[in-house]
């Protein structure tokens, strides 16, 4: 069952499992407790089989570390807990929608499902807004605030090459 969340925009999942809600509860907790700890108002859970895997949270200011988000660490921390670096199967849960960064990580990472609480607009009204991120993917690399140079093409090929031609590496 969906309800639509005026506010947003957006539909809200109202029928959801005793575990979802236990999980992110725990999600929420960690975000809630991070700020006392110096991070950011963000936490995550990885989850494989109704199993806490992981959990994470936001350490970015703490750790001197602009990829440490919630889901992130959650990640990294679930990746060392399991001995891989594929998380097929697992679910996050995470306190507030991924940002650009943490949803390509989920992607990477085999993530099955993304749960999560807080929208990208209630962080970007709190002054965590990733649109600016969003907005450069959509123009041309000349038009970008970052200056992006290309060359030396030639030479890195040859590591493409013999990882093309490598028999015992590992897929990913």
């Known amino acids: 069952m969906m309800e639509f969340d005026k506010q947003n925009g957006l539909p809200e999942k109202m029928d959801f499992s005793e575990d979802d809600r236990r999980f992110m509860q725990m999600a929420i907790d960690l975000s809630v407790i991070n700020i006392e700890e110096g991070g950011g108002p963000f936490g ?3 989850v494989r089989d109704g199993k806490l895997i992981s959990k ?3 350490r970015v200011v703490p750790n001197n570390d602009p990829t440490a988000h919630a889901e992130v660490v959650a990640i990294r921390n679930a990746c060392q807990a ?3 670096f594929d998380l097929s ?3 996050v849960y995470t306190s507030c929608e991924p940002c650009p960064m943490c949803l390509s990580a989920l992607y990477w990472a085999g993530i099955e499902r993304i749960c999560y609480a807080n929208t990208k607009r209630d962080a970007a009204a709190i002054d965590f807004d990733d649109s600016f991120i969003y907005d450069q ?3 041309d690399y000349d038009d970008r605030s970052i200056h992006c140079e290309h060359f030396m093409r030639n030479e890195a090929l040859g590591a493409f090459r013999r990882w093309a031609d490598k028999v015992d590496k ?3």
């Open 170 to 172: 590992v897929e990913y």
């Open 56 to 58: 994470g949270a936001n």
């Open 137 to 139: 993917l959509r123009l």
């Open 82 to 84: 399991l001995g891989t």
């Open 44 to 46: 995550a859970v990885i």
């Open 89 to 91: 199967g697992c679910t």
